[in-house]
């Protein structure tokens, strides 16, 4: 289901996009798929562009490729860090705020998905949740003042995958230590996102302060996300899916955290992504938002549960 199309029949697509020469964007996960597209998309509008990765070695590469496609003086860096340990989020956060004066907006985009047997970061959190989830939140909280003062936003990529769990937090089990199942699982950890983005809306709110912040879905892309510790199924199922033409390109994938970290005006109380057939695929712009999805109670409680586990409390 998709509202009427704001931008159109075709959609948001990069055209949109007005000169943001000298703007700053931060991208989780952007040596690869969507994440590496955003990155190309923003480059070539004279944006600059720092990747938050794990892999230097692949941000090395990513870096090489987008300087032989435009150019050695293009403005793209990366800050290594490991979104599944807090330690490392803390140092790639004093980096930044060292090194980035300030922060026009951080798209939130690294992942892991449909891990086939139940995994532990190093912190001992259940690593879909961990990674999607615990390690943006702690991010976002470190980098919001900076974020604050450029009256920047921040982007939170979810999944339609959010509605294909329990549609709620199981807060007794966070670890899902008694009934883990992958597909369940990362359905949680996206839905987590959402719910954070949408608490910390209502704070932003209620302080007074300048960060927009926008969620929204890459569709089914053609990514590296199913990886091997996916399940023999899953991977057979989207090679299926990709045969079939069912999944887009991660180029496509990207136009709608790109949207959100540019386009305005945008409402913030939405969801945005392809609008297409099953929203796999089509025009970008806004979907429908799921009343679970804004379940006080549940937000309430996961922020001071992320809080907790982070040991983060947010100055809001």
């Known amino acids: 289901m998709s509202f009427d199309n704001q931008f159109g029949p075709k959609g948001w697509t990069p055209e949109n996009i007005a000169s ?14 969507a994440g590496f597209q955003a990155t190309r998309i923003l480059l070539s509008k004279g944006a600059n562009v720092v990747m938050l ?20 003086d293009a403005n793209v860096s990366y ?18 705020l060292e090194n980035v004066p ?17 995994e532990l970061t190093v912190d001992g959190f259940e690593s879909q949740l961990g990674v999607n989830h615990y390690g943006h939140f702690l991010l976002c909280g470190l980098l919001f003042e900076r974020i604050d003062a450029t009256s920047g936003r921040i982007v939170v990529v979810s999944s339609e995958g959010h509605k294909m769990g329990l549609r709620t937090i199981q807060f007794d089990d966070m670890n899902w230590d008694k009934n883990y199942h992958p597909n369940k699982v990362y359905s949680q950890s996206k839905l ?44 057979v199922s989207w090679w ?22 540019t386009e305005t005006p945008l409402k913030e109380r939405a969801y945005y992504g392809p609008t297409g057939l099953m929203n796999f695929g089509g025009p970008v712009g806004e979907c429908k938002l799921e009343p679970f999805v804004l379940d006080k109670p549940v937000l309430t409680t996961l922020w001071e549960r992320s809080e907790e586990a982070t040991s983060f409390n947010w100055s809001l």
């Open 20 to 33: 943001i020469a000298g703007k700053t964007y931060l991208i989780t996960g952007a040596n690869s798929g």
């Open 192 to 235: 987590a996102q959402m719910m954070f983005a949408y608490e910390l809306q209502d704070k932003i709110a209620a302080a007074n302060r300048n960060v927009k912040v926008y969620v929204c879905h890459p569709g089914a892309s053609n990514t590296s996300l199913i990886r091997e510790s996916a399940s023999v199924m899953t991977r």
């Open 102 to 118: 300030h922060i026009d907006a951080l798209i939130c985009n690294g992942a892991i998905a449909q891990i086939s047997k139940q």
């Open 53 to 72: 990765n794990r892999n230097p070695s692949k941000s090395d590469a990513a870096i090489r490729e987008l300087k032989q496609e435009f150019g050695e």
């Open 79 to 96: 800050i290594v860090i490991d979104l599944a340990n807090l330690s490392s989020i803390r140092t790639a956060a004093d980096e930044i």
């Open 240 to 261: 299926i899916m990709v045969k079939l033409g069912l999944a887009q390109s991660a180029e496509r994938g990207a136009y709608p955290e790109v949207m959100c970290a």
